[in-house]
């Protein structure tokens, strides 16, 4: 079991913690296919717990290195901007939409998913394994999801219409490569 706490080692413990992310991550989008969007949601905050704590593993143990980095940023791809996307193209927009408001909702999808890969890429580029900076710049993957699943609630709750929903996923896909400055907790 030395490999647990060997940084050199594939499936150290904090990359265990991320394997587990991403599992959450593919059952999620498995059950929007079968529209359960609750445990769709469910497995996603549960993905979103371990991402928290694979890192902190990785900063305790000092199991950081850049193959953990770029498998934390597959994990965050799958986890927190394709997971969210396919929940509110499913649940929100094939319900309301259909002809052009479909195709408009599908781009804006892509777009969501573009700024989100391009997000994870630009910070995997600027960041060193085991460094952790104050603050990031541009809205972080995972806040990005938490507000998307915020912007869910409120279509599903009748507080915001379709329309609505595409436009603040146009905004939160713009602060994820802006120069916002979030503090890193």
């Known amino acids: 079991m030395k490999f647990l706490y060997n940084a050199s080692s594939h499936f150290n413990l904090a990359n265990m913690f991320t394997f587990v992310n991403i599992t959450a991550g593919l059952l999620a989008t498995y059950f929007i296919t079968q529209n359960n969007f609750f445990l769709a949601i469910v497995l996603a905050w549960v993905g979103g717990a371990f991402d928290i704590f694979d890192g902190k593993i990785a900063r305790k143990y000092h199991l950081s290195n850049e193959f953990g980095v770029q498998l934390d940023s597959f994990a965050d791809f799958l986890s927190f901007v394709l997971v969210p996307v396919f929940l509110i193209f499913q649940a929100v927009y094939t319900v309301n939409f259909s002809n052009a408001s479909i195709v408009l909702a599908a ?3 892509i777009y969501y998913v573009i700024s989100g890969l391009r997000r994870l890429i630009q910070f ?10 104050k603050f990031f710049t541009g809205v972080p993957t995972p806040l990005g999801a938490i507000l998307l699943w915020i912007v869910y609630l409120a279509s599903i709750y009748g507080m915001l219409n379709a329309f609505g929903v595409v436009l ?5 896909g713009w602060s994820l490569n802006s120069k916002i400055k979030v503090p890193h907790l």
């Open 124 to 133: 995997n580029i600027n960041t060193d394994a085991g460094d952790v900076k």
């Open 107 to 109: 781009i804006v999808s």
């Open 168 to 172: 603040l996923m146009i905004i939160i």
